[in-house]
């Protein structure tokens, strides 16, 4: 069965940092273009990063420069270090794998189940 | 960017209705457009990819259609399970999401 499983999230100071891990069972998260999608309390679904399979990352505006995505091969897990942490960062975060079989696109399948992060003083 | 519209943002019906939900492309798209369901306090998940592919497990009353600047999700006969929040998505932007609630 595929499976991820996130952990890591917690209260947190602006300013302050965290690393969220996503674990991988069932598939191999080195071959797969995976990505961190976040939540807001009441808002819709907003992509944070992306990494492809060839180690190449990508990041929404929002948190470029702030935020860093990265993987490890031999424990299967996907990882995101949260740096300069603001108040508008406070969110459930979910690991998801993007299926990318065309130019045109893909999709998020499958999803953890989230990790909550808080960022207030 | 690409920014997806969806309508109605909120829509309330009852057991048995037919419901469509409608995803607008700021600009013409692949159909390469996804649909999630999301229910409270849960992760989205997959229903239809491809603008018009069923995810294995999910119930044949979900149906997708569309191209290039519209597309839309229907539910032919809404059952008490379904009353959920459901998003569009194309690439890394997601519709604002429409919450489909019991009348």
């Known amino acids: 069965e595929v499976q991820l499983v996130e952990s890591g999230g917690g209260l947190v100071q602006p300013g302050g940092s965290l690393r969220l891990s996503c674990a991988a069972s069932?598939?191999?998260?080195?071959?797969?273009?995976m990505s961190w999608v976040r939540q807001a309390p009441g808002k819709g679904l907003e992509w944070v990063s992306v990494i492809y399979s060839g180690g190449r990352t990508s990041y929404a505006d929002s948190v470029k420069g702030r935020f860093t995505i990265s993987r490890h091969t031999s424990k299967n897990t996907l990882y995101l270090q949260m740096n300069s942490l603001r108040a508008e960062d406070t969110a459930m975060y979910y690991c998801?794998?993007?299926?990318?079989?065309?130019?045109?696109?893909?999709?998020?399948?499958?999803w953890g189940q989230g990790t909550l992060v808080t960022v207030s003083s | 960017d690409i920014q997806l519209t969806q309508s109605p943002s909120f829509l309330s019906a009852s057991v048995g209705d037919r419901v469509t939900i409608t995803c607008r492309a700021s600009?013409?798209?692949?159909?390469?457009l996804a649909w999630y369901q999301q229910k409270p306090e849960k992760a989205p998940k997959l229903l239809i990819y491809?603008?018009?592919t069923l995810q294995s497990g999910v119930p044949s009353r979900f149906s997708g259609s569309g191209s290039g600047t519209e597309f839309t999700l229907t539910i032919s006969s809404l059952q008490p399970e379904d009353f959920a929040t459901y998003y569009c998505q194309q690439w890394w932007t997601f519709g604002q999401g429409t919450k489909v609630e019991i009348k």
């Open positions: 491809a603008a018009s």
């Open positions: 998801a794998s993007y299926y990318y079989d065309s130019p045109e696109g893909g999709w998020f399948d499958p």
């Open positions: 600009q013409g798209i692949s159909s390469y």
């Open positions: 069932g598939f191999n998260v080195s071959s797969n273009y």
